[in-house]
Structures are given as C-alpha cells and as structure tokens.
C-alpha cells in the first residue's frame, strides 16, 4: 500500500501550497485529462481509521508528482493522529472509464470516457439492475469531467493570476459512505478532478468524483468490471467547516 509517513506528508501538502500561485508549475503537474487510482486496500485502511461523517482528501506534490491522500477524521472533524496516509499519484488512466448508471431497476445507461477522459461512447440498454440507488447523475458526473478536461488551465489561470492562488484547493472533504464499498469484491476507485457551477459562491468550483470498481464473477468463473458513480466532494477553499 502506497503510504506517506507523517513527515512525508507534512512535507508534501506543504509543497503543494507553495505551488498553488505558480500557474506554470501546475501546468506541469495537473494534466487535466489525468485521475487517481486509489485501491481497495487504501479505502478499507480510511474505513477502518476514520471517525467522522466525511474524510479528508489532501492534495499535495511529492517526487515531481502531484498526489492525493487520504487522511481520517476523528468524531470531531479533526484529522486523526496516525502513523500513515494512504496517496495516490495523479497518472494517465491505463484504459477506457466506464460509467454505469441504473434506472428503474432496468435500465442501465453506459459512457465511456477515453484515456484522455473524453465521451466515446454513450448507449442505454436494459439490463439487470448494478444498483437499486444511482447516487450521482451519471450525466452530471460526465459534464464535470470534460468541463475539468477542457476548462482546468483557464480555471488556474485566473485563480494564479487574480488572486495569487489563495482559492485553489488544499484538500477535499468528502462523504464518507461515498467510498465505502457497497458488496463484496472492491476492486479499486479511480478518482477524477471535475468542474462545477457553484450557486453559492456563484463560480465554478473544483470537485473530485469517486468511481468504484467492483469484481463481478460470472457463471462461466469469468470476472468482469462493473462500476458506480459517487457524490461531489467539496473543496477547501472555499469550503473549510474546520479551518
């Protein structure tokens, strides 16, 4: 497993705050068309360790790489003393991303977003249900992840240049059950950045959304990937309940 020390991780979200009004140096390090991977034995470590209704997301920079880490909370919101925190390095996604969204029990709507997170493919077929409670429209999630893919630099762009990098991200906090595997078999979660209108502070803001694998064995002993889209997580700044 993939884990900071608490130094490491000290020093790496530090890094990453010094970066946050260098918009060359986030040009390098934020491909917008990359995603974190998290894996199944990362998310059961955050679900045995956190406390809290949502965990922490830190994002920091660490070898070069721009990397997100989990971090528990305790029942307070705090974030809880530990030993180790769980990362994930931003890389280019190694295939195809499915999305799958159920409705009505019957009817299951397939997107597929290429390695460089564009639509390639997007078809309803009826189905046995994945899941009898979508939690994200997968419509919505797709528009997040392209407006992310197409919008990111611009978005960065002026956040580096009006306001020096004081409203971009530090962390996330995100809904706890959002990541805690639902049945048997967690495969892996693939993480992706996404844009999102905010009525409140009447902008786009940044998100990130979860997107969980599951290992479904077939009749014939054959497995294949079944996926679910998760909630928005929301980021601090602006969003900083404990700051």
């Known amino acids: 497993m993939n884990a900071f020390s608490k130094e490491q991780f000290d020093a790496a979200t530090t890094e990453w705050a010094a970066r946050c009004s260098d918009y060359t140096a986030i040009t390098k390090l934020i491909p917008s068309n990359y995603v ?6 990362q998310i059961m470590w955050m679900k045995k360790y956190n406390r809290y209704k949502d965990f922490c997301t830190e994002i920091g920079v660490f070898q070069g790489q721009l990397v997100a880490v ?3 909370l305790d ?4 974030r809880l003393v530990v030993d180790q925190f769980p990362y994930s390095p931003l890389k280019p996604l190694d295939g195809d991303l499915r999305l799958v969204e159920t409705e009505q ?22 189905y046995l249900p994945v899941t009898n409670k ?7 999630a797709v528009a997040a992840i392209e407006e992310w893919r197409d919008e990111a630099m611009m978005w960065f762009y002026r956040e580096c240049s009006e306001f020096k990098g004081s409203r971009v ?32 502070y009447q902008r786009l803001l940044p998100t990130l959304i979860f997107i969980s694998f599951y290992e479904e ?5 054959s ?21």
């Open 36 to 41: 974190f991977t998290f894996e199944a034995e």
């Open 70 to 72: 989990l971090c528990p």
């Open 75 to 78: 029942d307070k919101g705090q």
């Open 105 to 126: 029990y019957t009817v299951t709507k397939n997107a597929i977003l290429s390695k460089d997170l564009q639509r390639i493919d997007d078809n309803s077929d009826t």
């Open 134 to 140: 979508p939690i994200l429209a997968q419509d919505i």
């Open 169 to 200: 991200f530090k962390k996330f906090y995100v809904p706890s059950e959002d990541i805690y595997p639902t049945k048997d078999n967690l495969k892996r979660i693939i993480c992706s950045f996404g844009l999102k209108n905010s009525a409140v």
């Open 217 to 221: 064995l077939q009749g014939n002993g």
């Open 223 to 243: 497995a294949s990937t079944i996926s679910n889209t998760y909630d928005w997580s929301q980021p601090c700044p602006p969003m900083c309940p404990f700051n």
